[in-house]
């Protein structure tokens, strides 16, 4: 089946901590997402990129980083410079000038 | 600036009862239009999106929309709600010529029984 898996479900991190989420796609769409989600604050974009090892900030990308260095990968990293990185993490993947498809989310919790 | 509108951060409807959400973008050119649904803890979606054409978009779930470009609306409707609409809806807008998408804040579906 095709698709966007996202591992893991839930991640939890420590204080100083650098934490990867993970994004896989077998779509074979040119542009991957990352998106925060906070209750009342819809969806945020972190990062995108349109191709591989090509990537550009969103609207909230400080305290992130991503690599993209496969098609199907798009990696998000939580550095501890993120200072509330509690939240709902979504990934997708979209074709230029078409639908994006979402994966299952990842929620991660700072302890 | 681009930008997307719900107005409506929560409604509340009676199983049964006919149902609008409503969504106003801001885009200068005719925008690629979305509508995802999201249940708890859940990914995003797709609904039904309109890209050219027919301004009224049949979607899964008997879910129809419609663009009305003179109001710079796509409004989400469904004719009878079910118990397991209950979920939160987005509303997107693509930049037509680009890879980014603006999304709303969600209206959060509560349906009574």
């Known amino acids: 089946d095709g698709g966007i898996t996202q591992s893991p479900k839930y991640l939890f991190r420590k204080e100083g901590q650098n934490v990867t989420l993970s994004c896989e796609q077998n779509?074979?769409?040119?542009?991957m997402y990352w998106y925060r989600q906070d209750p009342g604050q819809g969806l945020r974009l972190i990062y995108y990129s349109q191709i591989v090892n090509d990537f550009q900030k969103g609207d909230i990308a400080e305290g992130y980083s991503v690599s993209r260095e496969k098609k199907e990968s798009f990696p998000l990293t939580v550095t501890s410079a993120q200072k509330n990185p509690t939240a709902f993490y979504l990934c997708a993947s979209s074709s230029k000038r078409d639908t994006q498809y979402f994966g299952p989310g990842t929620r991660l919790t700072v302890l | 600036a681009q930008s997307v509108t719900q107005p409506d951060i929560h409604i509340t409807v009676s199983e049964g009862a006919s149902l609008e959400l409503r969504c106003n973008y801001s885009?200068?050119?005719?925008?690629?239009l979305f509508w995802y649904v999201q249940s708890p803890g859940q990914g995003l979606q797709l609904l039904l999106k309109?890209?050219?054409?027919?301004?009224l978009v049949q979607g899964i779930k008997g879910f129809e929309a419609e663009f009305k470009r003179s109001q710079s609306s796509f409004n989400l409707r469904k004719p009878s709600v079910h118990w397991s609409d209950a979920a939160e809806y987005f509303c997107a807008v693509g930049a037509g010529g680009t890879y980014k998408y603006i999304f709303g804040t969600g209206t959060r579906l509560k349906v009574l029984a």
């Open positions: 779509l074979n769409h040119d542009a």
């Open positions: 885009y200068g050119a005719t925008p690629y």
């Open positions: 309109y890209f050219s054409g027919d301004t």
